[in-house]
């Protein structure tokens, strides 16, 4: 395993920016990977739960570290652009734990990671954090630590006061060493635009159906937009539909926009 180029973390940087947002439709294998890149991503990034999925676990911390490496550091061995690895909550027990993660995270090439904080208290995120800081600075790479807070995704605390103890937790994060933050299951323009204009760091979003445009996130200052898991849900859908309908004879409509053969081929066989 071999960490990334300075270039490459550095250029990851650069692409964080609400004139131009970082579009990241998550891979979670080889082949998603060099897919989304044939398409003109300018970046990589995986998602957990897809990974896990792909592997047999459900999401939720039940990956282990060596399997999400493993696969990190074959996305990097396969893609020219930079990468950013969805590492859960860091993969360890404890802000030490977390920073060999992230140690190993670098070593596999990755030039970003996503770290959640889920229903754990701040605090203990802002540790880990900081360890995961710490641990980068060591390794001498300008890794791209972009913290998720979960806040509307879970649905956490009153929804009164949800705004405010999101800007929070993102202040308590960057002051960590954040260098972004991910404010997943917002779908407002209200809400992103004030999500946009007082966190001091790149703001990233989870888009979708029922979501704001590329453009109209750009302009409320959303500097990237990611895809989630929704990439492999929908391929999944894919698998099902085929399943069903040979299953109750209806047909083969579900493979009309199937990649074709060749070229699928040709990607995992070029180089890279």
Known sequence: MTSPQPDQ?????????????????????????????????????????????????????????????????????????????????????????????????????????????????????????AAARAAADRAGSGLFLNARVDTYLFGLGAEETRLEDTLGRARVYVDAGADGVFVPGVTDTTTIAALAKNISAPLNVLAGPGAPSVAELSALGVARVSLGSSVAEAAYAVARRAAQDLFTGGGYDALTDAVPYPELNALLAGPR
């Open 9 to 129: 973390t550095q250029l990851f940087r650069s692409l964080h920016t609400a004139a131009e947002p970082l579009l990241l439709a998550n891979a979670w294998d080889v082949a998603s990977a060099r897919v989304i890149e044939a398409a003109g991503a300018r970046a990589i990034a995986t998602t957990s739960a897809g990974v896990a999925w792909s592997l047999g676990s459900p999401d939720g911390d039940t990956l282990t570290r060596e399997q999400a490496l493993a696969l990190i550091s074959r996305i990097t061995a396969a893609v020219t652009v930079p990468v950013t690895a969805d590492i859960e909550g860091g993969f360890g027990q404890n802000p030490s734990e977390v920073a060999d993660t992230v140690t190993e995270v670098i070593s596999a090439g990755a030039a970003g990671v996503n770290i959640e904080d889920g229903t754990r208290p701040p605090e203990q995120v802002a540790a880990r954090l």
